[in-house]
């Protein structure tokens, strides 16, 4: 397709030309009260349902060459932006006041900035929060796929309902043109390679999302020249794979992108787009185009919200008195330096009008009992209100993360990471080990490493 019919006018809430089309998806089983209340599945929902984004997930694991992620960009409605990140408990705190100004909440959802899953502890730990405080709500995600299997099983426990995945082609040939780089499993790819990846990815997680009964909607970005032409392709092996909603969005050039010169396609163009959709799946016809902070009805979010967000970034979320103290996995007791998956013994520390004392060094359980290791870790450890650890495998890190145990995966001194738990201090140091003894394979399943 070419776009021969350029239009001027803002495109981006002026998909609802058909108005018979409520995009109710067709999965069953999942109760009407879910697929009425959201407002991005179901159009007729958007004027009395409001929801938010919870903006925990700041890195990403992909870089798209549409894509430039902001923050404090107040003026600037798009993913990719938000005008603060706020932890896991702050975005809790954030909800509870949110609910109480808006009764008509009923969804929330994480969808950057980043990507969830390239944040999964506080992507996780928030859901899980979400969840015990509100068990209504209805909770979703927008992720672009790359790291999302991993954490299935778990999503469905706690009844994440809906799930998005952004899929911009089928062939890696016309993605390798749409993404300057991936980052999959500690490792950086590019050009077709990094297509290849994404793709495979993105396709097993999508199977296996509706393996398991969730509510999928898939986004493909329009990029004029690159994938305008797939589109149909692209709607029709999704159908194959069962996905319940496709939307189409125009791509938006952003300035300091590579894209930023390519124009946007207009509405008579991405009308035409649509047409192809609905020869397969129903088409989304209302996107806002979304920030990763949005709140309030779709497309008219909530100006108050902003000044709520601000002053609970800015809160120090006191934790639990009855789990005083933080367990660390260590070598030698100075550096948070191990995998939990080869510790054999914890170091429990506790904060003091004196500092910081450790009171003792704690035996884990022994490896090879699979999940049930990390369940019976979580009651050794039940004291502590953190876990402060070199690396971490998901399986491990979703069911401590239940019993609420704020998982902290860092390299460096053990007084750094207890100030960021005890004082809110910033932990620059915060990240994956790059090298374990047990190495990257570690696959966090209690069976033992090596």
Aim: glycine content about 10%; charged content about 25%.
């Amino acid at each position: 397709m070419k776009d021969t019919n350029r239009n001027t006018e803002s495109n981006f809430l002026s998909f609802g030309e058909d108005r018979r089309e409520a995009c109710t998806p067709p999965s069953e089983g999942l109760g009407e009260a879910i697929l009425k209340t959201h407002p991005c599945f179901n159009k007729e929902a958007k004027g009395e349902y409001a929801r938010v984004h919870l903006p925990v997930a700041p890195l990403c694991n992909i870089q798209c060459n549409y894509c430039k992620r902001g923050f404090d960009c107040v003026n600037e409605s798009r993913p990719g932006v938000t005008s603060e990140v706020l932890s896991p408990e702050q975005a809790l705190a954030y909800t509870i006041r949110l609910k109480e100004k808006m009764p008509h909440l009923s969804v929330v959802g994480i969808a950057g900035p980043g990507d969830p899953f390239a944040n999964p502890i506080q992507t996780m730990t928030t859901l899980r929060l979400i969840r015990k405080e509100f068990p209504e709500m209805v909770l979703c995600l927008s992720t672009n796929g790359l790291n999302v299997l991993p954490y299935i099983e778990e999503l469905k426990e706690l009844n994440v309902s809906h799930v998005t995945v952004t899929l911009n082609g089928t062939e890696s040939e016309t993605l390798s043109k749409i993404y300057k780089w991936v980052r999959f499993e500690k490792r950086g790819y590019f050009g077709k390679q990094g297509a290849e990846i994404l793709l495979k990815n993105q396709m097993e997680a999508i199977r296996a999302l509706k393996g398991v009964g969730f509510i999928v909607k898939v986004n493909t970005i329009v990029v004029p020249g690159i994938n305008d032409d797939k589109v149909g392709e692209i709607a029709a092996a999704m159908k194959e794979m069962g996905v319940d909603v496709m939307n189409t969005i125009p791509l938006y050039p952003v300035e300091g992108t590579p894209f930023a010169e390519v124009e946007e396609p207009s509405s008579a163009f991405m009308k035409e787009v649509r047409k192809e959709v609905r020869k397969h799946l129903p088409p989304m016809t209302h996107c806002s185009r979304c920030r990763a902070d949005a709140v309030g009805l779709l497309g008219q979010d909530d100006p108050e919200a902003k000044r709520i967000l601000s002053e609970v970034s800015c809160l120090s979320v006191n934790m639990d008195e009855s789990r005083p103290n933080v367990a660390v996995a260590s070598y030698e007791g100075l550096l948070v330096n191990q995998h939990l998956g080869e510790a054999t013994q914890l170091f429990i520390f506790r904060e003091t009008p004196n500092g910081y004392k450790m009171l003792e060094q704690r035996p884990t359980p022994k490896p090879g009992a699979g999940n049930s290791r990390w369940k019976e870790l979580g009651e050794v450890i039940d004291d502590c209100r953190a876990l402060l650890v070199g690396g971490i495998g998901p399986s491990p890190s979703s069911i401590l993360g239940r019993s609420g145990i704020k998982i902290v995966e860092m390299t460096g001194l053990i007084d750094d990471g207890l100030d960021a738990v005890y004082k809110g201090k910033e932990l620059k140091t915060l990240k994956k080990a790059d090298v374990f003894k047990c190495g990257a394979e570690c696959s966090g399943k209690g069976t033992g490493c090596g």
